[in-house]
Each structure stands twice: as C-alpha cells, then as structure tokens.
C-alpha cells in the first residue's frame, strides 16, 4: 500500500499482522510507520523524493535512525 500521509494511512493492520508472523517464527521486526507517523504526521512530502514510492535523505535518516535505536547502537546525528 501507498502512504500518502501518515496520519490516515489505513494499512496497519498489515503492520500488525507481520509483526505477529515475524515474532511466531522468531524474527525480528521493526515498524517504521509510528516514528514517520510522529515525525512527520500528514507531511509526506518532506520524506519524498519527488515521487511516492521512495523517501529522500530525511526518510533514510530517520530509517538509519531508527534501525541503529532498535539495534541497541542509537545514532547521535539530527534529521535533515
């Protein structure tokens, strides 16, 4: 599903629904959706590109972010 904005995005359910499939097999899982949501509300187009498919460098900023937070190695740098 397309995300648009990130205060009405209607797929997280599908979040959930892999969080539990990942967890039953014992994988990690990381949902991304509540930190844009946070950050960035229902402003998609400071994390776009231009385009609605791909983030630009403040979307894989707060992605990198994110995933160092998760794996116990938080980064120090600010967002763009």
């Not at 397309?2 to 990690?28: C, M, N, P, V």
């Not at 229902?42 to 403040?58: D, K, Q, Y």
Request: charged share 25%.
């Amino acid at each position: 599903p397309l995300i648009l904005d990130f205060t009405t995005y209607g797929h997280s359910w599908e979040h959930e629904r892999t969080r539990k499939q990942a967890e039953e097999l014992g994988f990690l899982f990381l949902d991304l959706l509540p930190a844009y949501r946070d950050r960035f509300g229902s402003n998609f187009e400071e994390v776009s590109c231009g385009e609605i498919l791909h983030p630009n460098a403040t979307g894989h900023a707060l992605m990198a972010k994110e995933l160092a937070s998760y794996l116990g190695a938080p980064l120090e740098a600010d967002l763009p």
